[in-house]
């Protein structure tokens, strides 16, 4: 069984860029969850996807966006880049049958400079 | 006011020490708690579920008070390999809701 794999690790952008991170979703597991984690503070909902559907948003800008694909993988797009995007994004997948099952990916790292 | 409140420590202490953990939740219509692990620069991990019964995973014990909207941890005997931080997670659906998290340095 494989885990949440996440992709790039790390990427540098410059400020105003558009940036994809991508995620594959632990075999099994229909909804992926993305989350925000700036240096020093516990991770902020983003949105979660569940069947290919946005099921929950938190407090972001339109210009963070989102997709899930048939076989459940998943991306985050963030555009109009701004220096406070520096942060871990990392993406969470789960069965769907309540809040118990996350999956954690190791992360992408982004630095805006 | 932040949903889900943690004092960030440090807590620095001896191996072998007993160390409490403790974080309060505004949302009343929480229904899942739990503990989290993050090791530096690593994914968080689950370390385990919270009930009102109160529960026991060998050295680390979990309780939740609904009605003063609090969640506890304590670790016994620390070990060195508990240095982490400790993140305080609650739900309402199934969306998680993150603490800042409370570091602990074990020493040797």
Redesign the interface.
Known sequence: ETGVTQSPTHLIKTRGQQVTLRCSSQSGHN?V?W?QQAL??????IF?Y?REEE??R?NFPPRFSGLQFPNYSSELNVNALELDDSA?Y?C?S?S?Q???G?T????TRLTVV | RKEVEQDPGPFNVPEGATVAFNCTYSNSASQSFFWYRQDCRKEPKLLMSVYSSGNEDGRFTAQLNRASQYISLLIRDSKLSDSATYLCVVSAGNMLTFGGGTRLMVKP
């Open positions: 909804t969850s989350y020093g503070q516990g991770p902020q909902f979660q569940y099921n929950g938190g871990l990392l969470a789960s769907g309540g809040p118990g996350y954690f990916g190791s992360g």
